[in-house]
């Protein structure tokens, strides 16, 4: 079955960098872009960005440009997301999500990681 | 970016009342719409895809409709376990956008 497994929870200070992980199992993982969602404390989701796990290709969202960066490890089946600069605002649980695709559609979430707590605090 | 607006933010139903959420899309988006479901403490679940495409396993109780700009989620008869809250989203074109939420209660 689908697993995406993700690392632990970070408490970071503000200015610093965090560098989170999600490993994918029970698929192809070069068959299937993964995206990053995140989801501050009792608010909704925002996305951050995707790679193509075959190709490395990324893309991000225009909040995030120069400060996220997403890469994948195909050996570990790994992608990892490192996000710096951080302020009190990037305090949130951090999704990864794989893709599938619609002909008629396009790509789509169909399966989510449990989710990284990510507090920034002083 | 997309705006996605569902309405309305939080309702309250009785299991067996027929539950309808709307999303709205500040443009077009053809049939690229996702809705999710996700629970306290939970990741989001696909429910539905390109717009009334039931995901495998996901009850026949709940149905999307819509293309365009203007999308609903149904349950026919929401069961103790589907109070929860909902999100559709925008895969038509980057940046992803979501909706805010619809948190659906026991009445």
């Known amino acids: 079955q689908v697993q995406l497994v993700q690392s632990g929870a970070e408490v970071k200070k503000p200015g610093a960098s965090v560098k989170v992980s999600c490993k994918a199992s029970g698929y192809t993982f070069s068959d299937y872009y993964i995206h990053w969602v995140r989801q501050a404390p009792g608010l909704g989701l925002e996305w951050i960005g995707l790679?193509?796990?075959?190709?490395?290709?990324?893309t991000y969202a225009q909040n995030f440009q120069g400060r996220v960066t997403l890469a994948r490890d195909t050996s570990t089946r790994t992608v990892y997301m490192e996000l710096n600069s951080l302020t009190s605002g990037d305090t949130a649980v951090y999704y990864c999500?794989?893709?599938?695709?619609?002909?008629?559609?396009?790509?789509?979430?169909?399966?989510w990681g449990h989710g990284i707590l990510v507090t920034v605090s002083s | 970016a997309i705006r996605m607006t569902q309405s309305p933010s939080s309702l309250s139903a009785s299991t067996g009342d027929r539950v309808a959420i709307t999303c709205r899309a500040s443009?077009?988006?053809?049939?690229?719409l996702a809705w999710y479901q996700q629970k306290p403490g939970q990741a989001p679940k696909l429910l539905i895809y390109s717009a009334s495409t039931l995901q495998t396993g996901v009850p026949l109780r709940f149905s999307g409709s819509g293309s365009g700009t203007d999308f609903t989620l149904t349950i026919s008869r929401p069961q103790s376990e589907d109070f929860a809250t909902y999100y559709c989203q925008q895969y038509y074109t980057y940046p992803w956008t979501f909706g805010q939420g619809t948190k659906v209660e026991v009445k």
């Open positions: 999500a794989r893709t599938n695709y619609d002909l008629l559609t396009g790509y789509f979430i169909d399966y």
């Open positions: 790679i193509n796990p075959s190709s490395g290709h990324t």
């Open positions: 443009q077009a988006i053809s049939s690229s």
